[in-house]
Protein backbone atom coordinates (compact mmCIF):
# COMPACT_ATOMS: atom_id res chain seq x y z
CA UNK A 1 0.00 0.00 0.00
CA UNK A 2 2.40 2.96 -1.45
CA UNK A 3 1.67 6.80 -0.21
CA UNK A 4 2.70 9.92 -1.42
CA UNK A 5 5.79 9.47 1.02
CA UNK A 6 6.58 6.24 -0.64
CA UNK A 7 6.16 7.64 -3.92
CA UNK A 8 8.74 10.67 -2.90
CA UNK A 9 11.16 8.69 -1.28
CA UNK A 10 11.16 6.29 -4.83
CA UNK A 11 12.13 9.08 -6.32
CA UNK A 12 14.89 10.54 -4.05
CA UNK A 13 16.25 6.61 -4.14
CA UNK A 14 16.70 7.36 -7.41
CA UNK A 15 18.87 9.65 -7.34
CA UNK A 16 21.04 8.69 -3.98
CA UNK A 17 19.63 11.20 -1.75
CA UNK A 18 18.22 10.92 1.78
CA UNK A 19 14.84 9.88 2.56
CA UNK A 20 11.79 11.52 4.03
CA UNK A 21 9.41 10.28 6.84
CA UNK A 22 6.75 12.60 5.58
CA UNK A 23 6.65 15.29 2.64
CA UNK A 24 6.08 17.74 5.07
CA UNK A 25 8.58 16.82 8.20
CA UNK A 26 10.27 20.17 7.31
CA UNK A 27 13.49 18.77 6.34
CA UNK A 28 15.55 20.16 2.86
CA UNK A 29 14.41 17.27 1.08
CA UNK A 30 10.92 17.17 1.63
CA UNK A 31 10.25 20.78 1.20
CA UNK A 32 11.46 20.17 -2.32
CA UNK A 33 9.28 17.26 -2.91
CA UNK A 34 6.20 19.71 -1.49
CA UNK A 35 7.55 21.78 -4.41
CA UNK A 36 7.93 19.67 -6.75
CA UNK A 37 4.91 16.32 -6.17
CA UNK A 38 1.80 17.60 -6.23
CA UNK A 39 1.79 19.84 -9.54
CA UNK A 40 3.36 16.95 -11.43
CA UNK A 41 1.00 14.77 -10.00
CA UNK A 42 -1.83 16.82 -10.77
CA UNK A 43 -0.89 17.33 -14.75
CA UNK A 44 -0.06 13.84 -15.13
CA UNK A 45 -3.83 13.11 -13.87
CA UNK A 46 -5.30 15.71 -15.98
CA UNK A 47 -2.95 14.43 -19.11
CA UNK A 48 -4.88 11.40 -19.59
CA UNK A 49 -8.32 9.87 -19.02
CA UNK A 50 -6.75 6.93 -16.37
CA UNK A 51 -8.91 4.91 -15.48
CA UNK A 52 -8.55 4.78 -11.88
CA UNK A 53 -9.48 8.66 -11.55
CA UNK A 54 -12.73 8.14 -13.14
CA UNK A 55 -15.85 9.24 -11.74
CA UNK A 56 -19.11 9.92 -12.57
CA UNK A 57 -21.78 12.28 -10.30
CA UNK A 58 -24.47 14.47 -10.77
CA UNK A 59 -24.04 18.22 -10.12
CA UNK A 60 -25.83 19.90 -7.57
CA UNK A 61 -27.67 23.57 -9.48
CA UNK A 62 -26.12 26.40 -7.80
CA UNK A 63 -28.93 29.39 -6.22
CA UNK A 64 -27.72 31.93 -8.22
CA UNK A 65 -27.91 31.39 -12.70
CA UNK A 66 -25.30 32.49 -14.57
CA UNK A 67 -25.27 36.76 -14.99
CA UNK A 68 -25.98 35.79 -19.25
CA UNK A 69 -25.68 33.17 -21.55
CA UNK A 70 -27.36 30.00 -19.51
CA UNK A 71 -30.13 29.23 -17.38
CA UNK A 72 -28.10 27.48 -15.08
CA UNK A 73 -24.77 26.91 -13.48
CA UNK A 74 -23.34 23.93 -11.48
CA UNK A 75 -20.32 23.89 -9.23
CA UNK A 76 -17.69 21.33 -10.08
CA UNK A 77 -16.58 19.36 -7.28
CA UNK A 78 -13.31 20.16 -5.46
CA UNK A 79 -11.28 17.47 -6.40
CA UNK A 80 -12.26 18.05 -10.34
CA UNK A 81 -9.08 18.28 -12.53
CA UNK A 82 -10.59 17.73 -16.16
CA UNK A 83 -14.34 17.18 -16.98
CA UNK A 84 -14.19 14.49 -19.95
CA UNK A 85 -17.85 14.28 -21.05
CA UNK A 86 -21.49 15.54 -19.80
CA UNK A 87 -25.23 14.57 -20.29
CA UNK A 88 -27.97 17.24 -19.38
CA UNK A 89 -31.80 17.13 -20.01
CA UNK A 90 -32.10 19.41 -22.53
CA UNK A 91 -29.67 18.28 -25.66
CA UNK A 92 -29.18 19.86 -28.80
CA UNK A 93 -30.13 17.00 -31.99
CA UNK A 94 -27.75 16.15 -34.71
CA UNK A 95 -27.88 13.55 -37.12
CA UNK A 96 -25.89 10.72 -37.20
CA UNK A 97 -23.01 10.11 -38.91
CA UNK A 98 -22.27 8.24 -42.33
CA UNK A 99 -22.24 4.41 -41.90
CA UNK A 100 -24.69 4.75 -39.08
CA UNK A 101 -28.80 4.69 -38.65
CA UNK A 102 -29.43 8.21 -40.42
CA UNK A 103 -33.21 8.41 -39.02
CA UNK A 104 -31.96 8.18 -35.39
CA UNK A 105 -30.59 11.39 -33.56
CA UNK A 106 -27.77 11.48 -30.95
CA UNK A 107 -27.65 14.25 -27.88
CA UNK A 108 -24.84 16.84 -28.14
CA UNK A 109 -25.34 18.47 -24.84
CA UNK A 110 -24.08 22.58 -24.85
CA UNK A 111 -22.08 23.91 -22.06
CA UNK A 112 -19.17 26.02 -20.57
CA UNK A 113 -16.81 25.60 -18.25
CA UNK A 114 -16.03 28.65 -16.54
CA UNK A 115 -14.59 29.42 -13.24
CA UNK A 116 -14.98 26.20 -11.74
CA UNK A 117 -18.44 26.06 -12.34
CA UNK A 118 -20.29 24.28 -15.23
CA UNK A 119 -22.64 26.83 -17.76
CA UNK A 120 -25.64 24.90 -19.33
CA UNK A 121 -29.29 25.18 -20.34
CA UNK A 122 -29.84 21.90 -18.61
CA UNK A 123 -32.21 21.84 -15.87
CA UNK A 124 -30.21 18.72 -14.64
CA UNK A 125 -26.48 18.08 -15.07
CA UNK A 126 -24.35 14.89 -14.80
CA UNK A 127 -20.40 15.22 -15.09
CA UNK A 128 -17.58 12.24 -15.98
CA UNK A 129 -14.32 13.86 -14.77
CA UNK A 130 -10.74 13.53 -13.98
CA UNK A 131 -10.55 12.88 -10.11
CA UNK A 132 -7.63 14.81 -8.17
CA UNK A 133 -6.45 11.09 -6.38
CA UNK A 134 -3.89 12.21 -3.91
CA UNK A 135 -3.79 8.60 -2.07
CA UNK A 136 -1.24 6.86 -3.86
CA UNK A 137 -2.62 3.38 -3.28
CA UNK A 138 -5.37 3.97 -5.32
CA UNK A 139 -3.00 4.72 -8.56
CA UNK A 140 -2.42 2.38 -11.31
CA UNK A 141 1.33 0.73 -10.29
CA UNK A 142 2.45 2.11 -13.88
CA UNK A 143 0.95 5.67 -13.22
CA UNK A 144 3.23 5.17 -10.06
CA UNK A 145 6.24 4.39 -11.64
CA UNK A 146 5.70 7.54 -14.15
CA UNK A 147 5.59 9.77 -11.06
CA UNK A 148 7.91 8.28 -9.14
CA UNK A 149 10.35 8.97 -12.12
CA UNK A 150 9.50 12.23 -13.15
CA UNK A 151 9.84 13.87 -9.41
CA UNK A 152 13.35 12.50 -9.36
CA UNK A 153 14.23 14.18 -12.00
CA UNK A 154 13.08 17.14 -11.18
CA UNK A 155 14.73 16.30 -7.88
CA UNK A 156 18.07 15.44 -9.53
CA UNK A 157 18.30 18.46 -10.58
CA UNK A 158 17.32 20.55 -7.22
CA UNK A 159 19.29 18.54 -4.83
CA UNK A 160 22.42 16.96 -6.13
CA UNK A 161 22.09 19.39 -9.38
CA UNK A 162 22.75 16.86 -11.67
CA UNK A 163 21.59 17.77 -14.57
CA UNK A 164 22.53 14.89 -16.65
CA UNK A 165 21.07 12.43 -14.13
CA UNK A 166 17.84 14.91 -14.58
CA UNK A 167 17.74 14.71 -18.28
CA UNK A 168 17.92 10.62 -18.18
CA UNK A 169 14.93 10.14 -15.85
CA UNK A 170 12.92 12.85 -17.42
CA UNK A 171 13.74 10.59 -20.70
CA UNK A 172 13.21 7.44 -19.05
CA UNK A 173 9.64 8.78 -17.52
CA UNK A 174 8.18 10.25 -20.81
CA UNK A 175 9.71 8.02 -23.62
CA UNK A 176 9.57 4.46 -21.98
CA UNK A 177 6.71 4.39 -18.85
CA UNK A 178 4.79 6.83 -19.68
CA UNK A 179 3.80 5.27 -23.22
CA UNK A 180 3.64 1.79 -21.27
CA UNK A 181 1.18 3.19 -18.52
CA UNK A 182 -1.07 4.86 -21.58
CA UNK A 183 -1.07 1.57 -23.03
CA UNK A 184 -2.33 -0.57 -20.62
CA UNK A 185 -4.42 1.80 -19.58
CA UNK A 186 -5.96 1.98 -22.78
CA UNK A 187 -6.75 -1.53 -22.95
CA UNK A 188 -8.96 -2.07 -20.40
CA UNK A 189 -12.46 -1.41 -21.04
CA UNK A 190 -14.42 -1.05 -24.35
CA UNK A 191 -13.37 1.12 -26.92
CA UNK A 192 -15.88 4.66 -27.15
CA UNK A 193 -17.31 4.99 -30.63
CA UNK A 194 -15.53 8.25 -32.54
CA UNK A 195 -18.13 10.49 -33.93
CA UNK A 196 -17.45 12.22 -37.17
CA UNK A 197 -19.29 15.25 -38.16
CA UNK A 198 -21.62 14.82 -41.03
CA UNK A 199 -19.94 17.60 -42.96
CA UNK A 200 -16.66 15.58 -42.42
CA UNK A 201 -18.40 12.70 -44.11
CA UNK A 202 -19.40 15.04 -47.17
CA UNK A 203 -16.17 15.31 -48.03
Given amino acids: MPSETDCCNDALGQIGAAKITAIDDESINANHCLVFYPPLRDSLLRSHHWNF ?7 AQDVAPPVTGFAYAYTLPPDCLKVIEYAGSNPVLSGEPYGLIT ?33 ADEWDALFYQVIATWLASKL ?4 PKDMKK ?3 LLNVAVNVLLPQAL ?21
Fill in 53 to 59: SITRVQL
Fill in 103 to 135: DQYRPIPYYKIEGGKLLSNDGVAYIVYIRQVTN
Fill in 183 to 203: AVDGQEGAQDRFIVDDLIWGR
Fill in 156 to 159: AAAI
Fill in 166 to 168: SAE
